[in-house]
C-alpha cells in the first residue's frame, strides 16, 4: 500500500486492512484488539509538525525498542490496570437508570447555565509560543543542522526536535535511543539551558512592551493580557499588534514564534499551534464562533487531559471536546466533582481570563531532582540527596523564600515511585534542615522496601508551604515568645491534628499521618484517578490553571515522561516497618510503628526539650531546684546523650 502523498521522508498513514479487521472483529467482537494496545506507549501526535503520520507504525517502533526493558515491563503492568479501570468504569456506566441519566442532564445543564451567564468576552488573550525553541537556537547556531532532522537532548531524553525529525515521528519528552530507531540520521545536541535562557530573556523584554504582567509557562511560551494596550491604543487592532510582536522576536532573535488570540487562556493556547510554524490565529470573542471551533477539537488539545484522561473518557465514549457535552450525564455520575466541572468548562470553550501580576502569584513549591544509572549503595544515594538539598537551598535563599514541609521523591529500577512527606519545626531554606528531613525520609522509604538493597534511578526534593523570608520571624524568636507568652506555658499542640496542604496536588489533609497516606495512595498526576475508581469512589482529577506560574527548578528523568505512569506501587507495607524505631529525644523507649513513634516525640519533646529551653541554664524542676537526670528518675544506670543546650531542638530534626 503506498504511503500517503507528501509524506516522504517518514511514515506517512497507511489504510488499515478490512480483511484483517473483519476477521479480529469476528474472533473478538467489534472494535476490541486482542492483545489490547499498549496505550499508554502510543505517540502522541498532537504536536505541530506531526500531522498525517503512520501513528500505529510509529508506536509499533516504539514499543518494539522498548520491550525488554523494566521500563517496558512496567508500563505493561500499569497499562493492564488503567484496562481493569476502565471495565470497571463501563460497568459502573451500564448500570446507570434512565432515571439517574435525566436528573444528572439537568444537573449539568444548569451548572453550563451558570458557566454562560458568568462567561467573559471581553479579554484579549495571547499565547506566544516560540517554534521548536532549543531546536532553533542550535539551528541558528550552527546552519548546518538546518536541513538535517536533529534534536535537543541525549540518549536518555530529548526536551525538542525540528519539523525535519517529526516527520519520523521524533518529539520532546520521547528517549534520544528510540528517536535513532524511528531516524536512524537523527542529529542529537546536548541541551544548553545557559544559552536558552539567555534568548528567553531578550523574547520577555518583547512581552514587557505589551503587557509588563505577562505569564511565562517556560522559557518559550507565555500569555498576555493586550486589553490595556489595546484601548491605549485605539487604532491598532490585536492581528496587528501580534504580527508586531512576532517580528519583533524575528528581529532580535532570529527565531520564529507562533501565536493565539483568544477571549481566555484556553483557546488561546490551542490557536497558537493551528498555524505553526511561524503563523498565527484569532478567534473572535463570539459564543456561536467559540462553541463551533471547540465542538472539533480532540479532547487531547484540551489542557490538563493526559493520556490516562484520554483512556479514562475514552472508555464511555468520550473522544472530541463536542463528546464531552453529550456524555455530560455519564460524566457527572462516573467522575468527580472537580473533573465534572472541568470537562464542561472545556466543551464551552471556558478558560482563564486573568493574568495574576507578579506580586499576587503564590508559589505552591519548589523541587529539584535528577536520574542516574541504577543505584543501591546507600552512601552514594545519601549523597545524591544531601547535593539535591544543597542545590534546592541555594535556589530558595537566591528567591528569598523559606518552606515548611520536605518532600521526598523516589523512583526505583524497576520504575515505581514512591513519594514521602514530613513536616519541619519551622518554616527554613537551610541545607543541612531541609537534607536532615529528607535524609529520614530516604532512609525510612530504601529500609521498608521488600528488595534490599533496593536500586533507585530518580531522586528527587521538594519544599512546600513556601513564605517570604521576610513574612516569617526566627524560628528561635518565634519558639521562645510562643513559650513565654504572659500567663505562663502554654500547652503543646500535637501536629498530628494540624491540616496540612498537599504538596503535589495542594488538597487539605488533617493529620501528618493522613498526609503522608494520602500521598503513598497516589495523588500525583492524573493517576490517583484509577486508584480512587478501584476502591469505588468517585474520578478525582487535578485540575492545572492554564495561568499556575509555580516555578520548578527540575532535571527531566529519562524514560519518566515518554509515557504515563501510576504511582500505585506507592503504596508502602506496614509489615515491612523496621522492628525496633527508638525514640531519637529521650533514647529509651522503642516502638515498632513509626506512628506511635511519633506520638511518643510529642510527648517527649513537650516533657524533655521544651523544658530544657525555659529554664536556660540547665533542666530543673517547677520548685527551681534541679532535676534528677532520666536515670536517676527511672532507676535505669544509664543517660541520654548530653545535646548542647542552644541546639537541641534543632538537633532533633536533623538527627536521622
Excluded at 509524506?7 to 474472533?27: C, D, H, K, Q
Excluded at 519548589?366 to 549523597?383: C, G, H, V, Y
Excluded at 468517585?538 to 515522561?561: G, M, P, Y
Aim: net charge neutral; glycine share 6%; charged share 30%.
Amino acid at each position: 500500500m503506498a504511503e500517503k502523498e507528501g509524506s516522504e521522508p517518514g511514515f506517512g498513514r497507511r489504510m488499515a486492512n478490512p480483511e484483517i479487521l473483519r476477521v479480529v472483529e469476528a474472533t473478538v467482537g467489534p472494535g476490541i484488539l486482542a492483545p489490547k494496545k499498549l496505550n499508554l506507549m502510543t505517540l502522541n501526535d498532537n504536536k505541530a509538525g506531526m500531522t498525517g503520520l503512520d501513528k500505529e507504525k510509529i508506536s509499533a517502533i516504539i514499543e518494539n525498542a522498548s520491550k525488554g526493558s523494566k521500563f517496558y515491563a512496567k508500563q505493561k503492568e500499569t497499562q493492564a490496570r488503567i484496562d481493569g479501570q476502565i471495565d470497571q468504569l463501563k460497568e459502573r456506566l451500564s448500570a446507570l437508570t434512565p432515571k439517574e441519566l435525566l436528573t444528572a442532564r439537568h444537573e449539568a445543564d444548569l451548572f453550563i447555565d451558570q458557566l454562560l451567564s458568568e462567561l467573559v468576552l471581553r479579554r484579549t488573550i495571547v499565547h506566544v509560543d516560540m517554534d521548536m525553541f532549543y531546536a532553533a537556537v542550535e539551528m541558528r547556531d550552527n546552519p548546518e543542522l538546518r536541513d538535517k532532522p536533529m534534536a535537543v537532548g541525549g540518549m536518555g531524553m530529548l526536551s525538542t526536535s525540528n519539523y525535519a525529525a517529526r516527520k519520523f515521528g521524533v518529539r520532546a519528552a520521547m528517549p534520544g535511543f528510540i528517536g535513532l530507531k524511528l531516524c536512524p540520521d537523527l542529529v542529537l545536541v546536548p541541551v544548553d539551558m545557559k544559552k536558552y535562557a539567555e534568548v528567553a530573556e531578550v523574547i520577555r523584554e518583547v512581552f514587557k512592551e505589551y503587557d509588563e504582567n505577562y505569564s511565562p509557562m517556560s522559557l518559550d511560551e507565555a500569555y498576555m493580557d493586550i486589553t490595556e494596550y489595546l484601548e491605549l491604543n485605539p487604532d491598532f487592532n490585536s492581528w496587528d499588534v501580534v504580527q508586531e510582536m512576532r517580528e519583533k522576536i524575528e528581529s532580535r532573535t532570529q527565531l520564529t514564534a507562533s501565536a493565539g488570540i483568544a477571549p481566555n487562556t484556553f483557546l488561546a493556547k490551542v490557536c497558537s499551534d493551528l498555524n505553526k510554524p511561524n503563523g498565527q490565529y484569532i478567534l473572535q470573542p463570539n459564543q456561536t464562533e467559540i462553541l463551533d471551533f471547540v465542538r472539533k477539537l480532540s479532547i487531547r488539545k484540551a489542557c490538563g487531559i493526559g493520556n490516562v484522561s484520554e483512556q479514562m473518557l475514552n472508555g464511555i465514549g468520550v473522544k472530541s471536546c463536542e463528546d464531552l457535552y453529550l456524555k455530560r450525564a455519564e460524566i457527572k455520575l462516573l467522575f468527580s466533582a472537580i473533573s465534572f466541572q472541568h470537562y464542561m468548562q472545556i466543551s464551552q470553550g471556558i478558560g482563564g481570563t486573568r493574568l495574576e501580576p507578579p506580586e499576587d502569584r503564590v508559589r505552591k513549591s519548589i523541587s529539584t531532582e535528577t536520574t542516574f544509572k541504577d543505584q543501591a549503595d546507600r552512601t552514594t544515594l545519601i549523597d545524591i540527596c544531601r547535593d539535591l538539598c544543597g542545590e534546592l537551598s541555594e535556589d530558595m535563599t537566591k528567591r528569598d523564600i523559606l518552606g515548611g514541609a520536605v518532600t521526598i521523591k523516589i523512583k526505583s529500577h524497576d520504575f515505581k515511585t514512591k513519594t514521602r512527606v514530613r513536616q519541619l519545626a519551622a518554616e527554613t531554606s537551610a541545607a543541612d534542615v531541609i537534607f536532615g528531613a529528607a535524609k529520614q525520609l530516604l532512609t525510612l522509604l530504601l529500609d521498608q522496601s521488600g528488595e534490599q538493597p533496593l536500586a533507585l534511578r530518580l531522586m528527587g526534593v521538594r519544599m512546600s508551604e513556601l513564605k517570604n523570608k521576610n513574612d516569617v520571624k526566627s524560628k528561635q524568636s518565634t519558639l521562645f515568645s510562643f513559650l513565654n507568652q504572659e500567663g505562663g506555658r502554654q500547652p503543646y499542640t500535637c501536629p498530628n491534628k494540624e491540616t496540612y496542604n498537599c504538596p503535589i496536588c495542594d488538597q487539605q489533609v488533617v493529620g501528618l499521618d493522613n498526609l503522608n497516606k494520602h500521598i503513598d495512595a497516589g495523588c500525583t498526576t492524573e493517576h490517583d484517578t484509577l486508584e480512587n475508581l478501584h476502591s469505588g469512589k468517585k474520578i478525582h482529577e487535578r485540575k492545572e490553571s492554564s495561568c499556575d506560574v509555580t516555578a520548578e527548578s527540575s532535571k527531566f528523568s529519562a524514560l519518566e515522561n515518554a509515557a504515563v505512569e501510576i504511582n500505585s506501587d506507592s503504596v508502602l507495607n506496614s509489615s515491612k516497618q523496621p522492628s525496633v524505631l527508638t525514640c531519637p529525644v529521650c533514647f529509651k523507649e522503642t516502638f515498632s510503628e513509626e506512628t506511635k513513634l511519633n506520638q511518643h516525640i510529642d510527648v517527649c519533646l513537650n516533657r524533655t526539650e521544651i523544658d530544657s529551653i525555659l529554664a536556660g541554664s540547665g533542666p530543673r524542676s517547677e520548685g527551681g531546684n534541679k532535676r534528677k537526670s532520666d536515670g536517676e528518675l527511672t532507676g535505669l544506670g544509664s543517660k541520654k546523650p548530653k545535646l548542647k543546650m542552644s541546639n537541641k531542638i534543632d538537633s532533633y530534626f536533623k538527627r536521622t
